[in-house]
């Protein structure tokens, strides 16, 4: 791979000017390598047996449109996330039965995630698709009303039974989690298209420099400094643009009514108490791998103002930005850490974190490379007809 990326940068730097393909440097092209490929593979969830089941994405795709999941039959999963806006809402902060706290996150690439939720409280894609359906702030349903939707609408019931038997002899508690992992196995086939950068990337790769100059000299002044100066790859890197994890980056995390939202750390108590953590009975997976990290995670101080680091494809079809929505433009997000102000940071904040000093062409040339992550053309399957059950 080294030899091939150094073949790679010296067959565009002969290029020159004219190809319009910066002078990226092996160590450069490597680390471009390194954001890719797109889409990846699919890897099943061991922890939910339905995972990947052609069925259980058909039911979970008629369950993330169904209104009567909640108490009132008003909300279903897709009002407040939205295909036609990737997946989010495009407000601040989310809407349910009342104005919530957080940023609604977009779902595409869901499947990708290590820990679910702004503040990570859920551990599997399913678990964290129970907490909107029981939240009293959103859905507000409970397990009784979920089990009897699926026992008494003839199509549900007919396509419960088909994946995990009879529906008049589970609990209705059985058969929340249920729908949760048919909801999560509809959600992991959410992803984002190939973007700009993917092109580019690929072309690197293969040392083509015809393919490579099509991605704008801007994005790749932009990508240059992502990797370099910006130490953006410090928590946005692979092929998601994100390590998964959580940081304090400068966000305000004080609410309206004058409380504070303690965002990982309040994750991580939740995940500990929570009945339905990978520790749990629910869990599929009998080798208890997919529990290790729930098993180690541990609750410090420093959890405090912590939030999940989002992952950048489609982050220009995303705004606004941050666990709270404060932020309403890519520019402006730029701005932020181009003049970060340290004393926001959290006692125990990241000490990596340094004002960038950008200039206003550095600010411009960063937002050209993160519009050039969006999607040319969507990866995820858009609602389609689906056929009765059978059976």
Known sequence: MIARAAIAVLALASAGAAAQVLDFSADEVRAVLRHGPWPPAFVPDPSNRVSGQSEAIELGERLFFEPRLSREGRFSCASCHVPGLAFQDGRAQGLGRTELDRNTPSLLNVRLNRWFGWDGAGDSLWAQSVRPITDRREMDSSASQVAALLREDPEYACRYRRLFGEPRDAPDQAMLVAAAKSLAAFQETLLSGRSAFDEFRDALGRGDRLAAARYPIPAQRGLRLFLGRGACTACHLGAAFTNGEFHDIGIPFFLREGGVDPGRHGGIRQLQASPLNLLARQSDDRTGAAAIKTRHVALEHRNFGEFKV????????????????????????????????????????????????????????????????????????RRRPIAPCRG
């Open 310 to 381: 989002p992952g950048l494809r489609n982050v220009a079809l995303t705004a606004p930005y941050m666990h709270n929505g404060r932020i309403a433009t890519l520019a402006q997000v730029v701005r932020h850490y181009s003049e970060l102000d340290l004393d926001r940071l959290h006692a125990d904040g990241e000490a990596i974190l340094k004002p960038l000093r950008l200039s206003r062409e550095e600010s411009a040339d960063l937002v050209a490379f993160l519009e050039s992550l969006s999607e040319r053309a969507s990866a995820s399957p």
